[in-house]
C-alpha cells in the first residue's frame, strides 16, 4: 500500500522541526538533483548545497541552521541517519519466502530449528545444525554440519556456509558469499605441494553484513573471527586465521592474508591489500588501493603503495607529479654545466 506522510508527519518520525509548508504532502523519496515536489530528499554532503536552492523537493532534511529559499525544511541533527529512517518507511524490507520450510529443502537429521524460520527452496541444512528464531535463508543456500547460526539472520541466495561454522544474531549475509571454505595453507615437498588439513572454523558475531561474493576462510586451527558490528563489502577475500574487531568498514575487493590482526572501529578503503602476520591498531585508517606489508598503529592514518602515514603519502605524491619539470631542469643543468666546461677547455 503506497505511503502518503505530510512533512510535518515526517518531521515527528525522525525528529525534525519544519521550516516551511508543514502540509505538504510527500509519497517518496528522490535525489536532491532530481526529486518531485512529492519526495523527499536530504542534504548531508556541502557539496551537494548548489543544488538545494534549485531542488523541486517537498521537503529536504537539512542540518539545523541551514538558510536557502525555495523548499520546505525539516532540520535534524543528522539527516543522512533521518533520511535512513524515511527510507525505511516509504520502502519497507518485504520477506518474500515465507516462514516454513519450503518442500524442496533438504534438512539432515539432527537439525533444530527455532521459531518461525523460513527455509526458501532447494536449501540444504547439514546434520545437527542449530538455526535460530526468525533466521531467514532464501534460496539455493547451503548450511553444512554442525552449524550454529543465531537469530533474526538473513542469508541471501547461493551464499554456502562451511561446517562447523558459528554465526550471531541479526547477520545479514549477502548472494554468493563463501563462509568457512578452506584457508590457502600448502608445504612444499620434494617437486610438489602438499595441502595443510584446515581444522578450525569461522566465528560471525552480532550484526555483522557480509557482502556479496565475499569469502571467509576457515582457521588452520582455532578460528577466523570477525567482530560484532563490521561490515563487510562485496568481493573482499579474509584469510585463515584473519581477526577482525568490533564495528570495523571494510570497502569492495580487499584482501586480508593469513593471520593479520585488525583492531575495532578500522576503517578501509577498496582494493587494499594486506600482507600476512601484520597488525591494525584499533581506530585506524587505511586509504583506497593501499598495499599494507607493515604494522598500523592505533589512531594512525595511512596511504599508498606501500602504505606509509597519509600526510607523508601526500608529500611524495606532490613531489612524483613534479618529477618530469626537475628533470628537465637538471637536463638544462646539465648542459650549461658541459658548456661552461667546454668553453673553458677552448680558453686553455
Known amino acids: 500500500m503506497p505511503v502518503k506522510l505530510t512533512v510535518a508527519e515526517l518531521a515527528k518520525l525522525v525528529g525534525g ?9 510527500i509519497d517518496g523519496v528522490g535525489r536532491i538533483e532530481t526529486a518531485r515536489p512529492s519526495e523527499v530528499t536530504f542534504l548531508a554532503n556541502p557539496r551537494y548545497t548548489p543544488h538545494l536552492a534549485r531542488s523541486k523537493a517537498g521537503a529536504v532534511l537539512v542540518s539545523p541552521g541551514t538558510k536557502v529559499v525555495g523548499p520546505t525544511l525539516v532540520e535534524v541533527e543528522n539527516p543522512y541517519l533521518a533520511f535512513l529512517t524515511v527510507l525505511s518507511r516509504f520502502y519497507p524490507q518485504e520477506l518474500w519466502v515465507e516462514s516454513g520450510i519450503h518442500p524442496t529443502a ?66 545479514v549475509i549477502q548472494p554468493g558469499a563463501v563462509i568457512g571454505a578452506d584457508g590457502f595453507g600448502f608445504v612444499p615437498d ?21 557482502g556479496a561474493n565475499t569469502t571467509i576462510d576457515r ?25 577482525i574487531g568490533k564495528n570495523c568498514v571494510i570497502a569492495a575487493q580487499t584482501g586480508i592474508s593469513g593471520s593479520t590482526r585488525i583492531g575495532s572501529d578500522v576503517r578501509v578503503g577498496g582494493q587494499v591489500g594486506f ?29 599508498g603503495h606501500y602504505a606509509r602515514p597519509h600526510s607523508l603519502w601526500r608529500r611524495i ?9 626537475l628533470f628537465r631542469r637538471v637536463r638544462a643543468l646539465e648542459s ?13
Request: contains cysteine; proline residues 3%.
Open 106 to 171: 533438504v534438512l539432515e537429521a539432527g537439525v533444530e530449528l527455532g521459531s518461525e524460520v523460513a527455509i526458501g527452496a532447494f536449501c540444504f541444512i547439514g546434520r545437527a545444525t542449530q538455526i535460530g528464531a526468525r533466521t531467514v535463508l532464501f534460496p539455493h543456500v547451503v548450511v553444512g554440519p554442525e552449524c550454529r547460526i543465531g537469530d533474526d539472520c538473513r542469508i541471501h541466495s547461493r551464499t554456502t556456509i562451511r561446517e562447523r561454522v558459528r554465526i550471531g544474531n541479526r547477520v
Open 317 to 325: 605524491e606532490v613531489c612524483l607529479a613534479r618529477l618530469p619539470d
Open 219 to 243: 582457521a588452520t586451527m582455532e578460528e577466523t573471527l570477525v567482530g560484532a558490528g563490521t561490515k563487510l563489502d562485496n568481493l573482499i577475500q579474509v584469510a585463515h586465521n584473519v581477526v
Open 17 to 25: 522541526k519544519v521550516v516551511g509548508d508543514p502540509d505538504c504532502v
Open 275 to 303: 600482507a600476512g602476520h601484520i597488525s591494525v591498531g584499533d581506530g585506524a585508517q587505511v586509504g583506497a588501493k593501499s598495499g599494507v606489508g607493515r604494522n598500523i598503529p592505533s589512531g594512525a592514518v595511512f596511504s
Open 190 to 210: 620434494t617437486g610438489e605441494y602438499r595441502k595443510i588439513p584446515q581444522v578450525g572454523t569461522v566465528v560471525i558475531e552480532d550484526d555483522v553484513e557480509i
Open 336 to 348: 650549461r654545466q658541459k658548456q661552461a666546461v667546454t668553453s673553458s677547455e677552448k680558453k686553455e
